[in-house]
């Protein structure tokens, strides 16, 4: 029932991304993945969500088979992915940007309770239904994409990058609402950050990046009390 990813091999042309890559997320479970730029966090996510091919290795979200098959075909395998800086449509509306997150849902009642649901979760989405994406800042941005996501109504969210351009004060809200996520809905996150003590401070488990390859995984306290980590991802 778990995210599994095995000795995952990721090529783009010549350059080798993605070195071996091995870890598991258990259900229910926020894992921050850390690194600096050019880890390969980024790419990471891409290849789980389907929008990279994989070279070699495996990933699987229970039996699903993440390493095979379009991106739309893993929404329907609720696994849903919010790109960096990439997840809304600026040119629709707040709520047609929501509705897009549904589109392939049949019971469109389910889909008016989630809609109700993402806007509990952001009040500030409910104020602005009528409004035009690209007229948000860029804390509203960030929440109507992870609002859109979970309008698919997903059990394995990948999140890249939330934090990238906001205000601090901004960044801790949407920190808290993503643990909240998991936590109230019981949600499956892999969460890519380059605030790596950001995430860690709301993670059950980390896993660290370096040049494409696993430096060292754990769970996110043993990270943060790590000396080695601390100097060298933390600041500190």
């Excluded at 979760?121 to 804390?139: K, V």
């Excluded at 394995?156 to 609402?177: M, Y």
């Amino acid at each position: 029932m778990s995210l599994r990813v095995k000795d995952l091999i990721v090529d783009h042309g010549a350059i080798r991304a993605i070195t071996e890559v091995s870890f598991e997320v258990k259900p229910g479970e926020l894992t921050a993945v850390i690194g600096a730029n050019g880890a390969g966090k980024s790419t990471l996510l891409r290849t789980l969500s389907g929008l990279n091919k994989a070279t070699s290795g495996s990933a699987t979200w229970k039996d699903h088979n993440l390493l095979h098959g379009k991106p739309e075909h893993h929404v329907r395998q609720g696994v849903s992915h919010v790109s960096e800086g990439k997840s809304v449509v600026a040119e629709l509306s707040v709520e047609e940007n929501l509705d897009l997150g549904a589109i392939w849902r049949k019971n469109k009642k389910e889909a008016q309770e989630s809609k109700a649901q993402v806007i509990e979760l952001f009040p500030r989405l409910g104020e602005r239904l009528s409004q035009q994406a690209d007229t948000l800042s860029g804390g509203e941005r960030q929440m109507l994409a992870i609002s859109r996501a979970l309008m698919s109504k997903p059990q394995l969210l990948l999140l890249d990058e939330p934090s990238l351009g906001l205000a601090p004060l901004v960044v801790e809200q949407i920190f808290q609402t993503i643990r909240g996520i998991v936590d109230s809905m019981g949600l499956t996150v892999v969460l890519v950050e380059q605030n790596a003590m950001g995430a860690l401070k709301i993670a059950d488990s980390g896993v660290v990046l370096n040049l494409g390859k696993v430096v060292i995984t754990g769970s996110a306290p043993d990270l943060i009390a790590d000396p080695a980590v601390r100097a060298a991802y933390l600041g500190y």
